[in-house]
């Protein structure tokens, strides 16, 4: 499910332990993903180049969902659909959910 910016911001501040991230970490973080292609958030949380806490990566993950750039399926596996391409062939496997 897709959420918006303002609700994401929301979450940060009543969670204490998640930061905001710095706009390089985000970059690390689809880079990653770009990278896998399709992979599990704890994958993606022990193939980082550098750590980040587990709540910032999650709302890192919040907010490239809501900008189109990863969708996750079912089983938790968050795929890179920023390529076009890659979107449509995504689009015809029946379990993801993409909303766009």
């Not at 499910?1 to 973080?29: C, F, Q, W």
Request: net charge positive; hydrophobic share 35%.
């Amino acid at each position: 499910m897709k959420k918006s910016l303002e609700i994401i911001g929301k979450e940060i501040r009543r969670n204490k332990n998640a930061h905001y991230p710095r706009l390089d970490t985000m970059i690390m973080v689809e880079e990653t993903i770009k990278k896998e292609g399709v992979i599990t958030k704890t994958k993606l949380y022990r193939e980082l180049p550098k750590k980040v806490m587990f709540p910032t990566l999650e709302i890192i993950i919040q907010y490239l969902e809501s900008k189109g750039i990863i969708v996750r399926d079912k089983i938790g596996q968050i795929v890179y659909t920023y390529n076009p391409k890659t979107l449509e062939k995504y689009r015809k496997l029946k379990h993801l959910e993409i909303k766009i």
